[in-house]
Structure formats: C-alpha cells, structure tokens
C-alpha cells in the first residue's frame, strides 16, 4: 500500500466545521445534540473526540461523514460543502473518499476477512486487481492467516482490525471511526490503536475517532473534549506526552 499524497499534505486541511448544530426532532421533542461546534483537523492529525455519553461525539462524526445532515451551520470535507451536496453526491464521498470503523465491526457475516475488503473495493470500482490489493493490505496489517476466515471464525480484536483494512484498503484520506475499541479487551484495543497509528504515520491517513476509553485517548496526539454538545476542550499533544506512560487523559 503506497501512499499517494504529496509532500507538503500536512498542512492541508481536511475538515472545517463552523457553528455546527444538530437537532434530533421526534414529534413535538426537540433534542439539541450539538450546540455549535466549530473545529478544524488537518492532514497528518490522529484525533480523538472524548467526552461523556450523550456530548455529541457520535452525531458530530455522523456529520463529518456525511450520513447526516446539519440543523444548522457548516461542515466542508476536502473543501466541499457538505450542505451543498446531493445525496447521491454525499453517497460518493463516503464511498470513495471516506474509511469508516464501527464499534460493532459490521463485517458482513457471509463473506471472509478478505472478500469483505475485497467487496468495498469492487464497489469502489477496482478491477480483477482487487483480490491482490485486498491481500496485500491484509498482509501488511499482519492479518494475512485470517483472509480466508468469516467473521464468526475471528475474535473481537480479530474482526475490527479486519474491518480497519477495509476502511483503508481504497487508501482515504480520512478514517473517521466511533468507538472502534468498545468491545475490545486491553491488549486487543491497544493492538488496534498501534495499527491505526502505523496507518497515521506510514500512509498519512488522517484517523478522528470518538471514544471514551482511556487506553486509546492515549494514544491520540490531539484529544478534542465535547460536553453537552460543545468543545469544552481542545489539546495538541507533543511527542513524548502521548506514549503509553502517560496516563493523563483531559479533565472528562
Ligand atoms: P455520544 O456519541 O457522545 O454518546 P450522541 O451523538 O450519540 O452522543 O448523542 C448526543 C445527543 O443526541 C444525546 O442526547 C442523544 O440522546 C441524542 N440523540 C442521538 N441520536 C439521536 C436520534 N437519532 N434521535 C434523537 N436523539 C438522538
Ligand atoms: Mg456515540
């Protein structure tokens, strides 16, 4: 898996969110999830959002994705719009232009480790070299033993660091993921923190992932705070700060 970005990519800014509110309305009720969040994430960044249950954190990536649509204010991704974007064209950004990891996984049950990469590449248009590309990506994520698994045959850790290689296997330059160590123990989670963060800084793949677990906001080298729908904090953590000895984790 080479990357294609250019040097300089760094600097570039890949999500822009001015004045972001979302409101949930069921009849008469009317739930503010987010109350006007504005932030920036730039190419190179490995973020997290933090912050109790309910602060927004999985409707702000809802929205960063492109699988919802704004009550109120901005969101531009790779310089587009989002508002201004048909489904159909918000459709496409996921597909081509976005990874997403979950915290159930969602790999689908019927096919194997690689057929579930291999399937978001044919969707994506690749051709007879989606078998290799789809193997090759396993295998430099030290998942090649799994390829001909179902998910039923992998463990937890198993299935969610498969369902990683799917999110990059198209190479995106954004992976956004939502609490993608939920159903992991210690050792699995810090696997798949290690294997995102190699992705991060060998591809440059840009990773903004919600969580609330204190083993992987070790690992994020900025750590955004919602609280209530709000950016109650935002701290860039400088190298040395992040490592596993580090045990301070914000003020949530
Ligand atoms: P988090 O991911 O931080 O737990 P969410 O973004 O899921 O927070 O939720 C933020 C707020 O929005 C919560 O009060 C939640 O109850 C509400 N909410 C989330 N999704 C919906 C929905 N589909 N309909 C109504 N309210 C929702
Ligand atoms: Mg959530």
Partial sequence: MATDEEPGMSERMLVETRDLVKVYRAGKVEAPALRGVSLEVRAGEFAAIVGPSGSGKTTLLNLIGALDVATQGSVRVFDRDLGALSKRERADLRLHEL?????????VPVLTACENVEFVLELRGVG???RDRALAVLDEL???EFADRRPNELSGGQQQRVAVARAVASRPRLVLADEPSANLDGENAEALL???RMLNQEHEIT???ATHDARVVRHARRVITLDDGRVAGDEVRTPGRAGAS???IGDW
């Fill in 207 to 209: 990773f903004l992932f």
């Fill in 246 to 248: 580090d045990d301070r």
């Fill in 99 to 107: 990874g997403f990891v979950f915290q159930a996984y969602n790999l």
């Fill in 128 to 130: 007879a070299e989606r």
């Fill in 142 to 144: 030290g998942l090649a």
């Fill in 194 to 196: 290690r294997m995102m």
